[in-house]
T-cell receptor
């Protein structure tokens, strides 16, 4: 089954404790992206990757890191999480279709930082 | 700069009634427009997309949207609401080509269906 998977689905952590949220896709998509969803703000892009070893900042990259060493994986790293990073996070992968990427979303990771 | 405005953070309709979710966009170039649906505890699923072909776009689950350039709108409609339509709906815009990787989401509209 074609899908985007994220782990963990739920995570409660404390301020300053480094964490990684994994994202994997089995559709051989070149494009992958991370978003955070906050009430009343919709989804905002954190980082995206156009291909292996190619990453770029989205709208809200502060406090996050990413890497793209393999095509299928795009982990999101929070080196020193803070309470304002409490949010619902979505990973997506995309296929170039005409002039845009048609994106497929993972199920989400709900992160709470205390 | 591109932006998306969804009017109404919460819409409630009776089962069988018309669903109308409003979306207005701002874009300096002809955009690609999308509607996504998010069911509780799930990721986003593409409902439909406008890619400069037909202005009336049909999507899944009986939804459709009409691109109106003069009004910069892309409202989502469904003639008869079903209980299973209860979800959050997001309008999104992508300016395309040189910014193919960029997608901007609206703040979302939660749709509730009354029995």
């Amino acid at each position: 089954e074609a899908q985007v998977t994220q782990n963990p689905r739920y995570l409660i952590t404390v301020t300053g404790k480094k964490l990684t949220v994994t994202c994997s896709q089995n559709m051989n998509h070149e494009y992958m992206s991370w978003y955070r969803q906050d009430p009343g703000l919709g989804l905002r892009q954190i980082y995206y990757s156009m291909n292996v070893e190619v990453t770029d900042k989205g709208d809200v990259p502060e406090g996050y890191k990413v890497s793209r060493k393999e095509k299928r994986n795009f982990p999101l790293i929070l080196e020193s999480p803070s309470p304002n990073q409490t949010s619902l996070y979505f990973c997506a992968s995309g296929l170039l279709s005409g002039g845009f990427y048609e994106q497929y979303f993972g199920p989400g990771t709900r992160l709470t930082v205390t | 700069a591109q932006s998306v405005t969804q009017l109404g953070s919460h819409v409630s309709v009776s089962e069988g009634a018309l669903v109308l979710l409003r979306c207005n966009y701002s874009s300096s170039v002809p955009p690609y427009l999308f509607w996504y649906v998010q069911y509780p505890n799930q990721g986003l699923q593409l409902l439909l997309k406008y890619t400069s072909a037909a202005t009336l776009v049909k999507g899944i689950n009986g939804f459709e949207a009409e691109f109106k350039k003069s009004e910069t709108s892309f409202h989502l409609t469904k003639p008869s609401a079903h209980m299973s339509d209860a979800a959050e709906y997001f309008c999104a815009v992508n300016p395309g080509y040189s910014s193919a990787s960029k997608i901007i989401f609206g703040s979302g509209t939660r749709l509730s269906i009354r029995p």
